[in-house]
Nanobody, 127 residues
């Protein structure tokens, strides 16, 4: 059974930084891309960033490119989201997820292409 556990959320002032972590188990970690999504109250769950199984390729939503960095440590079965220059509009519950296809050639932002999800971690950015 695949399990994903996020951590690292919290309250931060605008302009600050946070690093989210997602620990994975139950699947051959290096075979699957991983993604981060976020959901603000009353809104849909939106794509934030994705990283390939090797960590060599990344993909970002326009809204976070240049401010957020996704990475992974395959020895620890963990994916990270380093968030900098945070804005109040970044406030949301952040979820990590695993790509449903192993060794996908092109990273995807489609929510339906991710099959296992963590429980989420709250990030609140105050102005």
């Amino acid at each position: 059974q695949v399990q994903l556990v996020e951590s690292g959320g919290g309250l931060v002032q605008a302009g600050g930084s946070l690093r989210l972590s997602c620990a994975a188990s139950g699947r051959t970690f290096t075979s699957y891309a991983m993604g981060w999504f976020r959901q603000a109250p009353g809104k849909e769950r939106d794509f934030v960033a994705a990283v390939s199984g090797s960590g060599g390729s990344t993909y970002y939503a326009d809204s976070v490119r240049g401010r957020f960095t996704i990475s992974r440590d395959n020895a620890k079965n963990t994916v990270y989201l380093q968030m900098s220059s945070l804005k109040p509009e970044d406030t949301a519950v952040y979820y990590c997820a695993t790509d449903r296809r192993p060794s996908r050639w092109a990273l995807t932002s489609s929510r339906t292409e991710y099959d296992f999800w963590g429980q989420g971690t709250q990030v609140t950015v105050s102005s």
